[in-house]
């Protein structure tokens, strides 16, 4: 069912990408998209009942692996933030260049006094 749910948020930011034509919007549907993404990487690693993937001694190694969390998703996924992070900065900054010299959010606008 949460599966489901990362394409909904997905396919919200694929249009917002795809059909809106402010800039702003562009980037929140990118934004949206990523999380999806991220959300999706995080629900590859559950598992119902799951521990800490920190093995002690005197513990079975079957035990351990039966009920283990993955932490390679966790850490995927903090590793894309982090890059997400600084890649929103740079369209914030390129947008806000964009209106400086446009004086609009627009694209079709844009194009329209590019030429």
């Known amino acids: 069912m949460i599966y489901i749910l990362c394409l909904i948020f997905f396919m919200v930011g694929l249009y917002g990408v795809l059909v809106k034509k402010n800039i702003i919007k562009i980037v929140l549907g990118l934004i949206i998209m990523e999380y999806a993404v991220n959300l999706f990487l995080i629900m590859l690693g559950y598992r119902e009942g799951g521990v800490a993937p920190i093995i002690s ?3 079975s190694i079957t035990e351990f692996i039966k009920h283990s969390v993955d932490p390679l998703p966790q850490a995927l996924v903090l590793t894309s933030i982090v ?9 914030v900054a390129i947008c806000i260049r964009l209106y400086e010299k446009y004086g609009t959010f627009d694209i079709t ?3 329209r006094l590019k030429g």
């Open 57 to 59: 001694e005197g513990d």
């Open 83 to 91: 890059i997400g992070l600084g890649v929103i900065a740079l369209m």
């Open 109 to 111: 606008e844009m194009r």
